[in-house]
């Protein structure tokens, strides 16, 4: 398992996250077998924002004896009391469902305590005047909850949020189709969605990611309306990566129904190079976004040795204030600088990115 560090505290997350929408469909001993293989596995980062209440004592089976083993993702206004999946933004319905999910959980604390979907601002107007925000930061100055997150397919009024500077991790729909205005939760612009997860970058809130497969069901949609895109599209691994490599992101959330499933997600861990390449999705990408590196790695293997997704990714990053990002290139074995100037990048970049103008850009930049 790979990890990634939550900037505004002292968490490994793993990459692999585990998302609970339909393993309660089944047995809660189907649940503890679940859980129990991915926290065996090294995922742990769990989402609590199931379909069905079986998720809950099921997890808390699974974590008794090993509660430090995982981070949870518990979502104030998700509301479980009818056995199934419900939205109940009082807070008094909060304060219960809150109370009970910890009871089942066989836990006392909250790793991230999340701010539930909300995507207009009239939500976020609800939220707090109807106290859930103060109960939410009163318990988290309590130490009951210790992280505070935001679950949102919004752009707009993820920014909003940030702006109050109280978010630790943000919850937000990412795969390709989505970014390049594809689909019901593609809300935004390319550009928006993109100096969103920057922004979620530089200020140290990190990103869980939510639904990064629904690019294969929407390609397969598309598919049917006779848009040429090739069949072998965007797989589990594909949509991963996608993810992974977008600024701020720490970990990739998969819902999987049983075991076999898991194993199915699990598998990416192992998938090559070649099978990790998402640049397909240049068949997709809006004009405004043309000539833009995506860090899809297709221009790899650089004769001169270099990173050049990596390279193009801190130098964006560091363009848009972060510090740390201009650090981290500083570190790098092969800089711009090392670059000959062949032209095989250019030949092989899917967006048409001018990779030998941008090294020499990019070294004038770092100064080296």
């Given amino acids: 398992m790979e990890y990634r560090k939550l900037p505004h505290g002292d968490e490994q997350i793993s990459v692999i996250g585990l998302g609970t929408s339909v393993v309660g469909e089944y047995s809660v001993q189907n649940v503890v077998e679940t ?12 989402d609590l924002a199931g379909g069905h209440a079986a998720i809950f004592p099921g997890i808390g089976e699974a974590l008794a004896g090993r509660r430090k083993d995982a981070y949870v993702q518990l979502h104030f206004g998700a509301d479980y009391t009818s056995g199934e999946y419900g939205w109940n933004p009082t807070l008094d319905g909060v304060k219960k469902s809150v109370a009970w999910q910890l009871e089942q959980l066989k836990t006392d604390y909250i790793d991230f305590g999340f701010m539930h979907c909300l995507d207009e601002a009239g939500d976020l107007e609800d939220y707090e005047r109807n106290g859930i925000l103060h109960y939410l930061l009163d318990l988290k100055a309590q ?44 809300i935004g612009s390319a550009s928006e969605r993109y100096r969103l997860y920057t922004r979620c970058e530089k200020e140290g809130v990190g990103i869980s990611v939510m639904k990064p497969f ?32 977008r600024p ?44 833009t590196c995506v860090y899809c ?7 001169a040795g270099l990173d050049i997704g990596l390279i193009n990714k801190y130098y964006d990053l560091s363009r848009l204030g972060d510090v740390l990002a201009k650090e981290h290139y500083l570190t790098l ?19 048409s990115v001018d990779q030998m103008a941008r090294m020499e850009e990019i070294q004038a930049y770092f100064g080296k």
Avoid: W
Avoid at 297 to 303: G, N, R, S
């Fill in 333 to 351: 074995e092969k800089a711009a600088s090392d670059c000959l100037q062949c032209g095989h990048c250019n030949s092989r970049c899917p967006f």
């Fill in 248 to 291: 701020a992101v720490l970990t990739v959330m998969q819902g999987a129904a049983n075991v076999e499933e898991l194993k199915r997600n699990l598998s990416y861990l192992d998938a090559s190079a070649q099978e990790r390449d998402y640049s397909v999705i240049a068949t997709l990408t809006p004009k405004d976004t043309k000539g």
């Fill in 35 to 46: 859980v129990t293989f991915a926290l065996d596995n090294g995922v742990n980062y769990i």
């Fill in 143 to 186: 130490g009951v909850v210790r992280h505070i997150g935001l679950s949102t397919h919004a752009p707009k009024l993820a920014n909003r949020v940030l702006d109050m500077g109280i978010l630790d991790m943000m919850m937000f729909s990412i795969n390709p189709m989505y970014d390049y205005g594809h689909g019901e939760f593609s």
């Fill in 297 to 303: 790695k297709h221009c790899h293997p650089c004769p």
């Fill in 214 to 245: 629904n690019a294969g069901q929407l390609l397969l949609a598309l598919r049917a309306r006779g848009v040429d895109i090739p069949t072998d599209a965007l797989t589990p691994a594909q949509c991963i990566q996608y993810a992974l490599d």
